[in-house]
């Protein structure tokens, strides 16, 4: 070591040196339209944590033997290109692709390809619901209905009611509508998570990792007196700790503050 590296407390270069992400490295796999997903996990990252993404064509029908068939396929291909830079954990930021039965079924395969801690959306959702001891939600998102419902019956399933449920209608059209999520207005979306809210639902759940929500997080709990939970935030939640950070922030909701 020289001199000037004894100074700055930096090792010489080696097989486990890192320039950047010293503290922790998350992969993350995106939707190709998603533009809100990466800067908002850029955002949350604290220092010392970097994000490394790839893109992966979306996959809605999950739910179907045969979407099923094509996501496993895909995902396997994506987290090997990514499990090449040498990550700490790697995540599947899309909500409506990752409702896949059992809960851990494809964060386990995706862990297996990897070799290292892996996490999905929709699970990670689960997961932030039991952290916060929600059992009984509302839900807004801007899908159509179809979608909503196949999400209430994912979270049913998972032991955590939909008490309501408000949707933007967007993909009735087809997936090629998809774009468009990321092109609502803050304020709207602000609206719509609070229209959705009910005095039975002990959270409220904002679905979707191409909504962008994270600045409206503080004033939406302090309006409601309730967590929110949304699909970047426990993603990135879920991926932080399985990386080994246990970093709380204030900024992000009671989830990452208390979790």
């Known amino acids: ?13 080696g ?3 890192r320039p950047y992400g010293t503290r922790a490295r998350l992969g993350l796999i995106v939707p190709p339209t998603n533009t809100v997903n990466e800067a908002e996990w850029a955002r949350m990252a604290p220092p010392g944590v970097t994000i490394h993404a790839t893109r992966m064509r979306l996959h809605p029908d999950s739910h ?6 094509r996501l496993y396929a895909d995902i396997e291909v994506a987290t090997r290109d990514l499990a090449a830079a040498s990550l700490d954990a790697v ?13 851990a079924k494809l964060t386990d395969y995706m862990a297996g390809v990897a070799g ?4 999905a959306t929709a699970p990670a959702i689960v997961h932030a619901c039991r952290a916060l001891g929600l059992a009984r939600v509302a839900l807004a998102t801007p899908y159509h ?29 087809g997936p090629h509508e998809y774009v468009r999520i990321a092109r609502v207005p803050k304020d709207e979306v602000v609206a719509h998570a609070l229209s959705a809210d009910r005095p039975g639902a002990e959270g409220l759940v904002i679905s979707c990792t191409d909504f962008a929500t994270l600045e409206a997080l503080p ?34 909701g009671r989830l990452l503050r208390e979790h």
């Open 1 to 13: 070591m020289t001199a000037a590296s004894h100074a700055t407390g930096q090792h010489a270069a």
């Open 15 to 17: 097989p486990h040196y």
């Open 64 to 69: 179907t033997p045969e979407g099923e068939r």
């Open 91 to 103: 995540a599947y930021g899309c909500t409506a692709g990752s409702m896949v039965m059992p809960l």
């Open 116 to 119: 290292v801690p892996c996490v």
């Open 145 to 173: 209905d179809a979608l909503n419902e196949h999400e209430r019956e994912f979270l049913a399933a998972n032991g955590i009611a939909v008490v309501t449920v408000k949707g933007l209608g967007i993909g009735a059209g």
């Open 219 to 252: 004033a939406l709990e302090r309006a409601l007196g309730k967590p929110v939970v949304t699909s970047n935030q426990a993603t990135f939640w879920a991926a932080l700790r399985a990386a080994g950070i246990a970093d709380r922030f204030e900024a992000f």
